[in-house]
């Protein structure tokens, strides 16, 4: 059974900064690649980042140049380091992860408000 479980959420000022990570265990298959998905409320759940097992990102356009992925293969860990972060940027934040045969596994989803 495989277990992705998030970390580092919660609450900060506008322009902060928060470090999310998600760890995976229980699968006995490489992972392909992991991400980050957000949701807010009222709207669609949408990619914030992805990272690859060869170290490939790719961002959407309205986090790219605050927010950095990065991942350790070896621990199957994911994180993302979010700076100067804007009140649109609250949602529920989602890790996930894709392994090599095409199964799709996610977290329960952690907490991240921009307030003052």
């Known amino acids: 059974q495989v277990q992705v479980v998030e970390s580092g959420g919660g609450l900060v000022q506008p322009g902060g900064s928060l470090t999310l990570s998600c760890a995976a265990s229980?699968?006995?298959?490489?992972?392909?690649?992991m991400g980050w998905y957000r949701q807010a409320p009222g709207k669609q759940r949408e990619l914030v980042a992805m990272?690859?097992?060869?170290?490939?990102?790719n961002y959407a356009e309205s986090v790219e140049g605050r927010f950095t992925i990065s991942s350790d293969n070896a621990k199957n860990t994911v994180y993302l380091q979010m700076n100067s972060l804007k009140a649109e940027d609250t949602a529920m934040y989602y890790c996930?992860?894709?392994?090599?045969?095409?199964?799709?596994?996610w977290g329960q989803g952690i907490q991240v408000t921009v307030s003052s």
């Open positions: 996930q992860l894709t392994d090599s045969w095409a199964h799709m596994f």
């Open positions: 229980g699968s006995s298959r490489s992972i392909n690649h």
């Open positions: 990272i690859t097992r060869g170290a490939l990102t």
